[in-house]
């Protein structure tokens, strides 16, 4: 039960798109299509943003989107607004558990 | 409103064992699998263990496996984690959290506000 990997930071300016990538392996995200995103702000518990690969939840601005190519699934969030500087975790269904990877940096410059 | 409610958090010793809870509300909780997440300070999410709708499967990281148990009672809306010989690197903020679905999905739309488990001498 290794962690997917996403990278530790990225950034970007306001108006810009960034896109977050979370890899695994066949056994987990490339196997199932049970892939999410959470938004995760400072001291708050984590915030579904995309579920089922691509999937929105009611009430989560149509700025984020969820895609896979594998075994690797990616987070994109255009148009980029202050408040979408958080900590970002993909996560996975793999069989018998679940995976969460290590969680990405998301700051906005 | 919809939500969940944790409870029984604090600081127990090396080896010592702790029982947290989870009232639920808001949603016919018979209904959906419930999961436990945990996050150490400073730490990423790390998933813990999840419980069928009616309790029967449940699957463990493992991490914990053989030390926890997760349970639930539908009849009082509650779900538990039973947690023996704790570990220091068990201490982290517990979360519950509600599969989006009634077939479970893995994904997890409704969390409480965490509970922080303490292990330490």
């Known amino acids: 039960q290794s962690a997917l990997t996403q990278p530790r930071s990225v950034s970007g300016s306001p108006g810009q798109s960034v896109t977050i990538s979370c890899t695994g392996t066949?056994?987990?995200?490339?196997?199932?299509?049970?892939v999410s995103w959470y938004q995760q702000h400072p001291g708050k518990a984590p915030k579904l943003m995309i579920y089922d690969v691509s999937k929105r939840p009611s009430g989560v601005p149509d700025r984020f989107s969820g895609s896979k190519s594998g075994n690797t699934a990616s987070l994109t969030i255009s148009g980029l607004q202050a408040e979408d500087e958080a900590d970002y975790y993909c996560?996975?269904?793999?069989?018998?558990?679940?995976?969460f990877g290590g969680g990405t940096k998301l700051t906005v410059l | 409103q919809v939500q969940l409610v944790e409870s029984g958090g604090g600081v127990v010793q090396p080896g010592g064992s702790l029982r947290l809870s989870c009232a639920a509300s808001g949603f016919t909780f018979s209904s959906y699998g419930m999961h436990w997440v945990r996050q150490a300070p400073g730490k990423g999410l790390e998933w813990v263990a999840f419980?069928?709708?009616?309790?029967?499967?449940?699957y463990y990281a493992d991490s914990v496996k053989g030390r926890f148990t997760i349970s639930r009672d539908n009849s009082k809306n509650t779900l538990y984690l039973q947690m023996n010989s704790l570990r220091a690197e068990d201490t982290a903020v517990y979360y519950c959290?509600?599969?989006?679905?009634?077939?479970?999905?893995?994904?997890?739309?409704?969390w409480g506000q965490g509970t922080m488990v303490t292990v330490s001498s």
């Open positions: 959290a509600k599969d989006l679905k009634t077939v479970a999905v893995h994904a997890f739309d409704i």
């Open positions: 996560c996975s269904y793999a069989g018998s558990y679940t995976l």
């Open positions: 066949s056994s987990d995200v490339g196997g199932y299509n049970y």
């Open positions: 419980i069928r709708y009616d309790g029967s499967n449940k």
